[in-house]
């Protein structure tokens, strides 16, 4: 009786060692985003109700508000020939998914952009963030304008997280292109100047990067001098220069914070 007691008790023991084994590699093998790397609401939230998904990171609400998310830049629909950038339906199709007719929305510091657009923190039924989302999918890319920060740390986390998983437009490389609009490559540095317009770091390509003049105070003369000579990841909204003279690059990109400004990253 002893003796089959004893081997019932192996029996069950290998089993539980085959089931946990089992689900460690199971986990291993797992989509590798984590809950810690999307952003919960840490604000009070206003519940709207939504009139259509334009893309990406703009929706219409039903009582006449344009709304543009924060934290993060989409590819561009071609709402005339259907030339979409790559993971530009993608983007809006997400969104559109997550949403059920209704958003929750969180007001920030500076609530307005150039076209009228309402900027807001938006959030789904879970209070989770919808900008974190995109992110974490590789749907688009995070952007730090200040004084709207809020969740910028989560933001780089829910991005990280689809780098290390080559999600999205990740599969994509870092190439500069000289084309307006957002834009994200990894550059060397050949020079710094500074004047009245702020700092002026020269690349290896026909573009220059802006720090501007009223953002100083993120940028002291040793931080900005140390990247001369450094290679770097910068992101931001480019513009081709109206001026022509052949000793200035022909693009200007503008860089607001620095956490769009920095060191490659590093897959880990």
């Known amino acids: 009786m002893m003796f089959v007691l004893l081997k019932k008790r192996r029996v069950f023991s290998a089993l539980f060692l085959f089931v946990a084994l089992a689900y460690s590699i199971s986990a291993s093998h797992a989509d590798p985003l984590r809950s810690s790397d999307l952003c919960s609401a840490t604000e009070a939230l206003e519940l709207a109700k939504i009139e259509r998904v334009v893309d ?27 030339l979409h950038e790559p993971y530009a339906l993608a983007a809006k199709n997400f969104l559109t998914e997550h949403l059920d007719h209704y958003v929750y929305i969180q007001k920030s510091k500076s609530d307005r952009d150039r076209y009228g657009r309402y900027l807001y923190y938006l959030f789904d039924k879970d209070r989770i963030s919808l900008t974190s989302q995109l992110l974490s999918e590789g749907l688009g890319y995070r952007i730090a304008v200040s004084p709207n920060l809020a969740y910028q740390d989560c933001f780089i986390a829910s991005e990280n997280a689809a780098r290390r998983a080559h999600k999205g437009l990740w599969q994509q490389p870092l190439q500069w292109q000289p084309k307006a609009g957002f834009a994200i ?8 100047t500074q004047n009245r317009g702020g700092w002026w770091l020269e690349t290896n390509q026909d573009l220059v990067i802006n720090l501007p003049a009223n953002t100083s105070h993120y940028w002291p003369a040793q931080k900005v001098f140390y990247l001369e000579g450094k290679a770097v990841e910068v992101r931001g909204w480019q513009h081709q220069r109206k001026s022509r003279h052949s000793n200035f690059a022909s693009w200007v990109l503008s860089v607001r914070h620095p956490n769009d400004l920095s060191e490659p990253f590093v897959q880990r």
């Open 185 to 192: 490559s990894r550059v060397n540095i050949t020079s710094v």
């Open 56 to 82: 990406g990171d703009t929706i219409h609400l039903e009582d006449g508000r344009k709304v543009r998310l924060i934290g993060l830049d989409t590819p561009e629909l071609d709402h005339k020939k259907g």
